[in-house]
């Protein structure tokens, strides 16, 4: 029988730091996939099976991502693996911030960490390439891709937690009734600053599985996410990592279908408000699409398009906005406050976690999209790039 002293150590709750008992870790089981899917995607990203790019090799990027985000704990925490697996003192002070790498792999491997963390919308093809010349097959760039835009996520979802334990007990104990109000809806197809509700295709930069020669365990990841997954070339794409495709498909039905807590229109809010900020093009197409189809309007999509500083049609909507906007940009710089100004707008703690899991979802989403591939238009030519 295990107990509780042989269970591995949730990171988020490390990180945060939750201890049973507390109310925020009980808030947090609330939502139990989402917690085994969080943790593990964590084990998978560091899996020894994973070949091409060494656990060490992704320890540093993990350090170098967590210290580029001001993720103080987390980063404490991969510092410590890595001088647990006996990890160079050169390569871990470069990954730190203290000095160039002088390993020429290993600095490619950061230079494409700061990029994706950074400034994820200058990804490009180019830096996948230099990956590649850095001798990682197809496989293990989509290893780092998945990594780099998983660590994006747990940062943010650290840094919510940690807001909300920053704000103390209070808060609205039952969410408020949804407004009634009609709202509405602009003529499609929208087009401002690059973003559409036009429905986008994607074309990836690594050749992705061929489902003739897909394994068992590519399948299944592919069915988890959706039975049309195996269609699309991002999802066989990802599938060259099944374990993380699967952990991490697991993970996104939770946050954006489950039922309870924050209304599902609201969460697709949160994702687009991401999208648009990171200038992911193809995902604020899809989540302004799923918006309108759930909320019945799309006056509010239209406004985080033209300007997510002022957008929102009532003072809910304006404060999930700019929640959203403040943890996508500059997680570290949450705190209670901003939790506080969620609850005066009628949110419940729970709701807010949604929301945080949804934001923080679509940091991840938007790297993997923006720095792996690009979107097009059904009939093949590129889309218009982003203009923040």
């Known amino acids: 029988m295990t107990s509780p002293e042989t269970l591995p150590v949730d990171v988020i709750d490390q990180a945060v730091p939750l201890a049973a008992g507390d109310a925020l870790h009980a808030l947090r089981r609330q939502r139990p996939k989402i917690v085994d899917a969080t943790q593990g995607s964590y084990a998978g990203m560091f899996s020894p099976a994973v070949v091409g790019v060494s656990v060490v090799e992704r320890l540093l990027v993990a350090l170098h991502a ?20 006996g990890a160079d003192a050169a390569l871990v002070a470069a990954a730190d911030g203290g000095a160039a790498a002088s390993d020429a792999r290993v600095a490619t491997l950061l230079a494409f960490t700061t990029k994706l963390i950074v400034r994820p919308i200058e990804g490009d093809r180019s830096a996948v390439q230099s990956l590649a010349d850095a001798g990682l097959p197809p496989a293990a760039i989509v290893a780092v891709g998945q990594l780099i835009a998983f660590l994006s996520y747990q940062i943010r979802v650290v840094a919510g937690l940690q807001a909300l334990a920053a704000a103390g007990a209070g808060g609205p104990e039952t969410a408020q009734p949804a407004e009634a109000r009609g709202g509405s809806t602009v003529e499609s197809p929208i087009r401002i600053r690059g973003f559409t509700n036009e429905v986008l295709d994607w074309t990836p930069w690594v050749e992705p599985v061929r489902l ?80 309108e189809q759930l909320a019945k309007r799309n006056d509010v999509i239209v406004q985080l398009f033209e300007d997510p500083a002022t957008a929102g049609t009532s003072a809910r909507e304006k404060a999930i906005v700019g929640f959203s906007a403040r943890l996508g940009l500059a997680p570290a710089d949450v705190g209670g406050a901003d939790v506080q100004a969620l ?12 929301l945080v899991h949804a934001v923080a979802l679509f940091a991840w989403a938007n790297r993997l999209m923006l720095n792996l591939g690009e979107p097009i238009h059904k009939d093949g030519t590129l889309a218009e790039k982003a203009r923040l």
């Open 212 to 291: 003739e020669e897909a394994t068992p365990e590519q399948m299944a990841a592919l069915q988890e996410m959706s039975p049309t997954a195996k269609d699309q070339a991002y999802f066989r794409l990802l599938a060259h990592q099944p374990e993380m495709l699967l952990q991490r498909s697991i993970a996104f039905n939770a946050i954006m279908f489950a039922p309870g807590g924050m209304p599902r229109a609201e969460r697709e809010l949160g994702a687009t408000v991401e999208s648009r900020l990171n200038g992911c093009v193809y995902c604020a197409s899809v989540h302004a699409q799923r918006f």
């Open 343 to 354: 609850r005066t707008a009628g949110l419940t703690d729970g709701e807010t976690l949604d």
């Open 66 to 85: 967590c210290r580029l985000s001001g993720a103080a704990t987390l980063a404490d925490h991969y510092r410590a693996r890595l001088q647990a697996e």
